[in-house]
C-alpha cells in the first residue's frame, strides 16, 4: 500500500478567495495588525509628555557616574520611542550599565543625551525592550570618532 500523498494534496492555499481580490487581503491583514498594535481603547496614559515613534539605529555608551567618562564600548541599539523627558529601545542582549550617552543622528551630525536607564524587560521575540530618563544634553562621543 502506497501511503505517499499525491503532490496535489500536500500544496499550501495560499491565495484569497475567488470574491476577495488580493489587494483588499493584504489591506485587511495590514489593518488587522496595526489595530492590534495600536488599539483605539480609552486607557489612563501616565505619562505626561508625548511620546513620538524613533525606528532608527541608536548608539548607546555606558559612562561613570560623572556622566562624562567612557566606561565600556558603545552598542547600537533600535530606537522605539522619543520624548523630551525619555528613550525607549530594543536590544539583543542585557545591559550591564545604567548610565549612558545615547547618540543619535541627525542630518550627518551626532547629538547626544545623558540617560540614566531605569527599566528594562525581555520581550516575547528574544530581545530587550529598556527605556530611561533623558537628564541633559551632551556632546556625543561618536563624534570625535
Same mark, same amino acid.
Given at each position: 500500500?502506497?501511503? @505517499? ?14 470574491? /476577495? ?7 485587511? #491583514?495590514?489593518? &488587522? ?19 513620538? =515613534? ?6 548607546? /555608551? =555606558?559612562?561613570? %557616574?560623572?556622566?562624562? /567618562?567612557?566606561? &565600556?564600548? /558603545? ?18 542582549? =542585557?545591559?550591564?550599565?545604567?548610565? %549612558?550617552? %545615547? ?8 547629538? &547626544? ?11 516575547? #521575540? &528574544? ?13 556625543? =562621543? @561618536?563624534? #570625535?570618532?
Amino acid at each position: 500500500m502506497n501511503t @505517499m500523498l499525491p503532490l496535489l494534496d500536500a500544496r499550501l492555499d495560499l491565495l484569497p478567495d475567488a470574491n /476577495t481580490s488580493v489587494v483588499d487581503d493584504v489591506r485587511l #491583514q495590514v489593518w &488587522g495588525l496595526l489595530s492590534t498594535l495600536y488599539p483605539q481603547k480609552d486607557f489612563l496614559e501616565r505619562r505626561n509628555e508625548t511620546r513620538y =515613534p524613533f525606528p532608527y539605529l541608536v548608539h548607546i /555608551t =555606558p559612562v561613570a %557616574a560623572d556622566g562624562v /567618562t567612557v566606561k &565600556g564600548e /558603545t552598542v547600537v541599539v533600535v530606537g522605539k520611542h522619543l520624548s523630551e523627558q525619555g528613550l525607549g529601545f530594543y536590544h539583543p542582549m =542585557p545591559l550591564p550599565f545604567r548610565r %549612558a550617552i %545615547a547618540s543619535l543622528e541627525n542630518n550627518g551630525r551626532w547629538v &547626544g543625551f545623558l540617560i540614566d536607564l531605569k527599566w528594562c524587560r525581555f520581550t516575547r #521575540q &528574544g530581545w530587550y525592550e529598556s527605556g530611561g530618563r533623558i537628564l541633559e544634553s551632551v556632546p556625543s =562621543p @561618536m563624534e #570625535q570618532r
